[in-house]
C-alpha cells in the first residue's frame, strides 16, 4: 500500500477521528514515525523527549518524514501547516491536554513502568493511553497505573508510515470502549487494526520472532547463506521481505529482547541462538548499524 492510499483511507474516516490533541513519549525512529501518522490524520500532536539534542533530532525525523510524504503528494496540508500542528519539546507537562498519549520508549520494562507513570500524572482523568510495546504485557504494565482501564497497547510496525498494520492489545483491565475506539482511530490512520488479547509476543513478534529465530539457526548451522534463506520464503512462501533481512531491518537488538523475553514466558523453543547474541555484542544491529546479516552501508 502506497503512502496516498495510506492517506486516502485516513481522509475517508472522518466518522472517526483521532483525538484532536495527540502526545507521543518518545521520538526515535518509531515515535517520530507515530506522531507522523497522527499528523497525516489530522491531530495536533505534542513529542516529548529527554533532551534538548533527543528532542531536535525527534522534530528533524518528523519533518523528514512529512517531506517525503509532500514529495510523493499524498497529503494536500502543507509542510508549514503540518509543522505548525506539531511541538517538540522536553517537559511532559505539555501532555496536558492531549486526549491520548502513546508512548514509545525502548523496550526495557522499568523504564516503561517509569514512562507511563509520568505520562498519567499529566493527563486529564477522561485521557486514554496506550504503549508501543511489541511483546511486554499490557496487564503488568497497567499494574502500577492508578488508571488501568484507560489504557491499551497500540503495537505499530516498522517503518510506520508505510506499515498497514496495528496490533491493538487489550489488557486485562482494558477498558471494553476504548478497545473499540482504539480500532476506529487505526483505521482514520489508514492501517489496519487486529485486536489481540493481552500475551507474551501478542500475535506479531511471536509468530514474526520464530520465523527468524529458526532462521538464524538455519545460519548458524550452515544450512544456507542469509540470502538463499530469504529468497526461499519470498518466492516460496510469498512473504514482502525475508526473515533476516526484516530482522535487519527492526534491529537485531530489539529481536534480541523479545526473544528473551519470551524464552523466559514461554519457554526453551524460543532461546536466543548464539549467532545473534553475537552480533548484537559486536555492534552489527542491521541496518541502522550498517551491517546485520546483510551489508546496509549503502542503504
Known sequence: MTLSTVSAKAQAAQSVPVPHQVGVLGGGRMGAG?????LMAGAHVTVVEQGDDAAAAARDRVLTAIDKSLSRG????SRAELGDRLTVTTDAAAFAGSGLVVEAVPEIVALKTQ????VEAHLAPTAWLASNTSSL???????TLDRP???IGLH????VPVSTLIEVVTGERTDPELARLAQDWVSSLGKTPVLVRDSPGFASSRLGVAIALEAIRMVEEGVASPEAIDTAMV???K????PLRTTDIVGLDVRLGIAEHLHETLGDRFAPPQLLRDLVARGDLGRKSGRGFFDWKDA
Open 149 to 151: 482501564d484507560r489504557f
Open 156 to 159: 505499530f510496525f516498522n517503518p
Open 239 to 242: 512473504h514482502p521481505v525475508g
Open 137 to 143: 504485557s499490557i496487564t503488568d504494565l497497567a499494574e
Open 235 to 237: 518466492l516460496g512462501y
Open 74 to 77: 499524498s497529503v494536500t496540508a
Open 115 to 118: 514512562a507511563l507513570r509520568l
Open 34 to 38: 507515530i506522531a507522523h501518522a497522527f
